[in-house]
């Protein structure tokens, strides 16, 4: 099992090597022929795809295992990327963002269910939060690879290039994903092939009726819903401070150094802040606050100062969160749950984006304040205990049993 481990590491990196992701917008409107009105109705369209295939996807992981799934959505990614290059058409570009969302939606869940399964199966199930932190660290090199590669592609080769190149990575990763092994502690939960109808009613059922994975599930969508807007703000804060846009992509990598940073220190990290509870309010602040420093100041230090505060305390939250709850979710209904745990955090990014893009439009600054001080009132208004953040004193109850009553 522990091959496992390096081997779901690579695929992230692999499948998260979004060469396109440095050229996109002009991919879109130059090569494309799209308005920046449409991007945008593009951009939604993904999200809505990820909000409805989120949890039937996780759901497959549980039926079919999570090694085809992960083979599957790298396959898929690959199909849409050369579905995108097929044509510039915007009818094309809404099947092949419907295909990005399937193949996300098919990792999504899947790889850290299986590297917890992997661990658990070594008798290590303590380490998955430094484990799935290094995932995330590797699926940052993998978004910084491309991303610094990916401008000098699309000179070289033309503005489509960065996306055709994407083939070659997904279809690694969907190579890699199929000398995978299902863990023998899955089998052992799970002795015959459940109905994937049950699964789904299951899962769903589990998820809502455990009080602390939904409590987490909660606080981690709702802080993630106000940090994500620093995605799509830090290049309008760039441009207000002055920066050339050919720097954009050089704060952007730092930003994700910050995350790997951040991810391979955080056992190092509780150690000082005494618990990981204190960790995580510690960033939420740390967060808030860089967000209120964004708000207040056009000076170009600051504010790449700030941007790359703002990435390395938020994003680093969702594999930290995960892999806690995966502490409360048997592995038979593993995927399924964590599908419902990024279904409702995709929903607090689909409620929010639009009202952070409408705000922006009035006030870039007042838009960084509102975010900052709504993070720091979530921060304050916490009800995560450390006891919700260890290992339960009994394993998590399968089917036909009671799930832990929680708080």
């Known amino acids: 099992m522990r091959s496992n481990l390096w081997k779901l590491q690579v695929i992230r990196l692999l499948f998260w ?51 085809v799934s992960l083979a599957l959505g790298s396959a898929v990614g690959l199909g849409a990327a050369l579905l995108y290059v097929s044509r510039p058409s915007f009818g094309v570009f809404m099947a092949a963002e ?71 990575p997904a279809a690694l990763a969907f190579l890699l994903s199929l000398t995978l092994q299902e863990p023998a502690v899955q089998a052992r939960e799970a002795p015959g092939r459940v109905p994937y109808t049950r699964i789904l009613a299951e899962g769903g059922r589990y998820f809502l009726g455990h009080k602390v994975v939904l409590l987490l599930a909660v606080e981690l969508a709702l802080t993630n819903a106000l940090a994500w807007g620093i995605i799509w703000l830090f290049q309008p804060l760039l441009e207000r401070a002055g920066m050339p846009l050919r720097f954009f992509g050089i704060v952007h990598a730092l930003s994700c150094l910050g995350q790997i940073v951040f991810l391979g220190n955080t ?12 960790l995580l309010l510690a960033a939420s602040v740390l967060t808030g606050l860089s967000f209120l420093l964004l708000s207040a100041t056009q000076w170009l230090p600051l504010v790449i ?63 960084l304040a509102s975010l900052g ?24 109850t399968g089917p036909g049993g009671r799930s832990a009553p929680g708080p």
């Open 17 to 67: 090597m979004h060469f396109f992701a440095a050229v996109l917008v002009p991919f879109y409107t130059q090569w494309g022929g799209l308005s920046l009105a449409q991007v945008l109705y593009l951009n939604a369209w993904f999200f809505l795809c990820n909000f409805l295939f989120e949890v039937p996807t996780g759901t497959v992981a549980d039926y079919l295992g999570r090694k």
């Open 305 to 367: 100062l700030g941007i790359v505060l703002g990435f390395t305390f938020s994003l680093p939250r969702i594999p930290l969160f995960s892999a806690y709850i995966n502490h409360h979710v048997p592995s038979e209904r593993r995927a399924t749950v964590l599908s419902f745990v990024s279904m409702v955090r995709t929903l607090g990014i689909v409620v929010m984006n639009p009202l952070i893009g409408l705000l922006a439009e009035w006030s870039l600054s007042w838009t």
């Open 373 to 396: 001080g709504g993070i720091l009132v979530l921060a304050a208004g916490s009800r995560i205990e450390e006891r919700h953040l260890s290992l339960p004193t009994e394993p998590p």
């Open 267 to 278: 056992a190092r990290f509780e150690r000082w802040s005494g618990s990981m509870r204190r």
């Open 98 to 168: 419907a295909l990005f969302a399937i193949a996300y939606t098919l990792h999504s869940g899947a790889d850290e269910a299986l590297a917890y399964d992997s661990l658990k199966a070594e008798g290590q199930a303590d380490r998955a939060a430094q484990v799935l932190g290094r995932m995330e660290s590797f699926k940052l090199g993998g978004i910084i690879t491309a991303t610094l590669a990916g401008g000098f592609i699309a000179s070289a080769f033309g503005m489509s290039a960065p996306m055709a190149a994407y083939a070659i």
